[in-house]
Each structure stands twice: as structure tokens, then as C-alpha cells.
Nanobody, 128 residues
Framework: QLQLVESGGGLVQPGGSLRLSCAAS????????ISWFRQAPGKEREGVSC????????SYADSVKGRFTISRDNAKNTVYLQMNSLKPEDTAVYYC?????????????????????WGQGTQVTVSS
């Protein structure tokens, strides 16, 4: 049974940092493209960042470029999202999603329907 579990969310002040983790069980992430999405109340789910199965390609939404960094540790079967210089508009539930990658360099940022496996989400709140 494929399962993704996010952790690391919480309440942080503007300008602060958080590191989200996405741990997989029931399968190995080596051949999967992973993306992070977020959804704020009343808004559609949006792609935040993606990383290819090889780890060699990453992509970011314009709103987080230069502040967020995605990485993966296949030995730990975990993908991370380091979030720095957080802003109130980053407040949302963050989800990781996985899909089998037909190519090692594939990165899918903004197509939630591409992904068949999702975590339960972790809340990130940026507020003073």
C-alpha cells in the first residue's frame, strides 16, 4: 500500500523558516517524481515545487522561487521542502504527491491530476 506522510508544518512568524518532510512507505521513491502542492482556504490547489526521480531537475512556482528549496534523499525514502523567508501568503495546507516517472528528468509542477498518491497534508501558518 502506497503511503505518503507529510510532517514539519506549524506556526511561524513572517521571515521564519520551516522544513517539510514527505516520507514514503510501501514503495521506494527512486522512480517517482514528487511535487509539493498547497491549498489555502477558498483557493485552488497550486503547485509549489517538483523534483524529478533522479533529483537532477527541480522547478518552482514564481511565488516561492529563491525562498523554497526541494530535495530528496532516496536512501531515506523522503523528500524535503525547505521554506525560508516565509510570508503570510504562504499560509496553507501543504501536500506532497507522487507519480511513477516515465523519464528520470520529468518534473510536473502544476498538474494535480497527474499524481495518484497524496499525503494527508500538513498545515503551515505564517503569522505574527
Amino acid at each position: 500500500q502506497l503511503q505518503l506522510v507529510e510532517s514539519g508544518g506549524g506556526l511561524v512568524q513572517p521571515g521564519g523558516s520551516l522544513r517539510l518532510s514527505c516520507a514514503a512507505s510501501g514503495f521506494t521513491l527512486d522512480h517517482y517524481v514528487i511535487s509539493w502542492f498547497r491549498q489555502a482556504p477558498g483557493k485552488e490547489r497550486e503547485g509549489v515545487s517538483c523534483i524529478s526521480s533522479s533529483g537532477g531537475r527541480t522547478s518552482y512556482a514564481d511565488s516561492v522561487k529563491g525562498r523554497f528549496t526541494i530535495s530528496r534523499d532516496n536512501a531515506k525514502n523522503t523528500v524535503y521542502l525547505q521554506m525560508n523567508s516565509l510570508k503570510p501568503e504562504d499560509t496553507a495546507v501543504y501536500y506532497c504527491a507522487a507519480a511513477r516517472a516515465p523519464l528520470p528528468g520529468l518534473c510536473v509542477l502544476s498538474q494535480p491530476t497527474y499524481f495518484g498518491s497524496w499525503g494527508q497534508g500538513t498545515q503551515v501558518t505564517v503569522s505574527s
